[in-house]
């Protein structure tokens, strides 16, 4: 009988790992109690166990109850297998990332407890000490001497916000990202450094990206009233924080659409809003990107796209992997540079570098189904604060239609559009320097503005 006390800690374990944290270790602490925990169990089944079985056996039941125990929670991440290119990422840095914290330490703490090779065993509790310490270094921001740089956590939900001025007295620019589930803490600090010299930075990793991924949970709150709730809360702690009655609010892509709707309904907060890569109508313009995709993959050959996406039929679609065609070929299509995903800083974690893909599947999947109903051009044709607008010469066509259409509309006290050449969706990231020189721009001419 004392043989199934592993097989009962492992299921424990399960039970327990999942309630805490059912997407897997997505922090820090996470990941090294996870280590902990699992090699103490995987020790204890190897000791009262008395055979090899447990190194198998204990992380078995482990999943086992695992899983069963997360059958509530939804996502790419932790739902079952699906056949393709973003299923198969989905499971290697989901389920992969959460095997390599859990299932390998109770694995080598079975065997630690029953083998006799002790190079052998020496070797894997090293490899599992380099692994706890890597997953425990802290992210950080390099200093900005008489200025501002931290990472800082705001709100209940413990949103991630980067936050970075050459000084505190500057004007608050706030950037609301694009995908969801997406962070741009990477491509800010490689790409715009210079604007820090003209405000103070707050970039923000929205609910299920980056840093803020662990707020995730539970999905079935990840609405668009709550995305627009959040960056209010964040806004006024931006404000409060430093002395100021109105900020700056910057919204790219699909991110600027929830940053008009918190302009719409509360104006008072802010001095202006500036778009890029401007979003109005998520459903219209990915019917564009649909027809003109279809239409680029029946051109170029591409015999077998074509065929999936014309099986498919045109947008919306109810989860994240209905747009994987869209996601995937769109930017070959239009002729875009790829929004390639930019990591290496020290800004990320290990484990949020590891979750970049599983973050915005996850999150992509709970929250863009519930964007489709959205429309700028009958929800928000009147704004109350001075618009401008940072748009690509080279914009895809299923953003840049619509987006003309609602700009002809729209009224505000001010409104100004420049389109950069050389160009495309990620304008800000494409030519920083112009776009920081529009920004201070924008700083000079909206200085009036009741601060």
């Known amino acids: 009988m004392h043989r199934w006390w592993g097989v009962l800690a492992g299921a424990v374990w399960g039970i327990g790992a999942a309630w805490v944290m059912p997407r897997g270790p997505l922090t820090g602490g996470q990941a090294v109690t996870s280590i902990l925990v699992s090699a103490g169990v995987g020790v204890l089944a190897g000791r009262v166990g008395r055979s090899r079985w447990a190194m198998l056996t204990a992380p078995a039941a482990f999943w086992v109850a695992m899983e069963l125990s997360r059958t509530g929670v939804r996502g790419p991440s932790v739902d079952a297998f699906h056949p393709s290119p973003f299923g198969v990422l989905a499971f290697v840095t989901g389920r992969g990332v959460q095997a390599l914290l859990t299932v390998v330490p109770m694995i080598v703490g079975a065997a630690a407890a029953r083998q006799r090779r002790y190079v052998v065993i020496g070797v894997l509790t090293a490899a599992m000490a380099l692994l706890t310490v890597a997953v ?11 200025g501002v740089a931290e990472l800082a956590t705001v709100g209940q939900r413990h949103l991630g916000v980067m936050i970075r001025g050459a000084s505190r007295r500057l004007p608050v620019l706030l950037f609301v990202p694009g995908a969801p589930g997406g962070s741009e803490f990477g491509a800010m600090r490689r790409h715009l450094a210079g604007l820090e010299r003209h405000f103070v ?12 991924y662990p707020a995730l949970d539970p999905t079935s709150t990840v609405t668009v009233g709550s995305a627009v709730d959040d960056i209010g809360v964040v806004a006024d702690y931006l404000r409060q924080r430093f002395g100021q009655d109105r900020i700056y609010l910057l919204g790219h892509s699909g991110g600027s659409v929830l940053a008009v709707l918190a302009v719409r309904d509360r104006p008072e907060r802010y001095r202006a809003y500036i778009g890029t ?39 919306p679609y109810g989860g994240v992997y209905g747009y994987e065609s869209i996601m995937t070929f769109g930017p070959e299509a239009y002729g875009q540079r790829p929004g390639a995903f930019t990591v290496g800083v020290p800004e990320y974690t290990l484990l949020q570098k590891a979750h970049t893909l599983t973050a915005i599947l996850d999150t992509w999947d709970a929250l863009y189904p519930r964007m489709q109903d959205i429309d700028l051009r009958t929800d928000a044709l009147r704004l109350q604060v001075p618009v401008y607008f940072v748009q690509g010469a080279d914009e895809m066509r299923g953003l840049a239609v619509v987006f003309a259409d609602w700009y002809a509309r729209l009224q505000a006290p001010a409104r100004h559009l420049d389109v950069v050449a050389g160009a495309g969706h990620r304008v800000m990231f494409e030519r920083p320097d112009r776009f920081v020189e529009i920004l201070a721009r924008v700083r000079a001419e909206t200085a009036g503005v009741s601060s």
């Open 136 to 146: 425990a270094v802290p992210a950080r921001t390099a200093p900005i001497p008489g």
């Open 201 to 212: 930075v707050a970039t923000l990793d929205r609910r299920g990206g980056g840093s803020s």
């Open 277 to 315: 890569g401007q979003a109005v109508d998520l459903t219209d313009s990915d019917r564009l990107f649909y027809a003109d995709i279809l239409a680029w993959a029946r051109a170029t050959g591409r015999t077998g796209l074509a065929r999936r996406m014309a099986d498919q039929g045109p947008p």
